[in-house]
């Protein structure tokens, strides 16, 4: 009974890693915009697939122009002025566990120095601010940084947004290889886990 009790457990959390959740186009590779060294795609634009633009609008830029951190492309969210941000709907998620956003971000190599450039990454009902360093630029290298956050689901679709805040120029935050990823269930908590059910079980039988 115990050992049916465990694989139950087992195969109920299995169950949740099995709902797997994407993002759609989080490299931006989608639309390929070559020849063109940048595009700018205003708010509602339809040429960034799987992702609603908002604010001033972003541009895409190629990798002849400025490298991506994953393939050709990534994204500048500050067009020609002012700020703007993506958003997508991230379906297919399990309530209650805990996901991990992991994406790329760096400074446009094109501010000025001196210029404090941020951005916020949010999910659902977590948010983060993150400011880029501007002393290291060097014109024509981007310093690509590796970032993650982790959020817990409190519903089965979760609204994924990153928003520049304005950097006074037309050079933003960059940000690419955008990705989401099931946090496993520490062994420890599918033992603890495991030893509730049985205790539960044999609650039951003695009532
Ligand atoms: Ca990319
Ligand atoms: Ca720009």
Same mark, same amino acid.
């Given at each position: 009974?115990?050992?049916?009790?465990?694989?139950?457990?087992?195969?109920?959390?299995?169950?949740?890693?099995?709902s797997a959740a994407t993002i759609t186009n989080g490299s931006f590779e989608a639309?390929?915009?070559?020849?063109?060294?940048?595009? +700018?795609l205003? &708010?509602? %634009?339809? $040429?960034?697939?799987?992702?609603?633009?908002g604010g001033d609008g972003v541009d895409v830029k190629h990798s002849a122009y400025y490298p991506a951190s994953d393939g050709n492309?990534?994204?500048?969210?500050?067009?020609?002025?002012?700020?703007?941000?993506?958003r997508q709907v991230v379906n297919g998620l399990s309530v209650g566990s805990t996901y991990r956003i992991s994406f790329d971000y760096a400074a446009n190599p094109a501010?000025?120095?001196?210029?404090? +450039?941020?951005? &916020?990454? %949010?999910? $659902?009902?977590f948010r983060d601010a993150i400011?880029?360093?501007?002393?290291?630029?060097?014109?024509?290298?981007?310093?690509?940084t590796p970032a993650s956050f982790d959020?817990?689901?409190g519903n089965t679709s979760e609204r994924l947004r990153f928003a520049s805040r304005a950097s006074g120029s037309a050079s933003g935050a960059m940000i690419d290889n955008v990705s989401i990823s099931l946090v496993p269930v520490p062994a420890a908590g599918i033992l603890l886990l495991a030893g509730l059910g049985g205790l539960a079980a044999m609650r039951r039988r003695k009532s």
């Open positions: 009974m115990k050992r049916l009790l465990l694989a139950c457990v087992l195969c109920s959390l299995g169950a949740g890693v099995a639309e390929d915009i070559s020849p063109d060294s940048w595009r +700018i205003g &708010a509602g %634009s339809p $040429g960034l697939p799987g992702w609603i633009i492309q990534s994204i500048d969210l500050v067009a020609s002025s002012g700020s703007g941000d993506i501010v000025r120095r001196g210029v404090v +450039i941020r951005f &916020a990454a %949010s999910i $659902g009902n400011t880029v360093g501007t002393n290291t630029l060097t014109r024509g290298v981007v310093n690509w959020f817990t689901a």
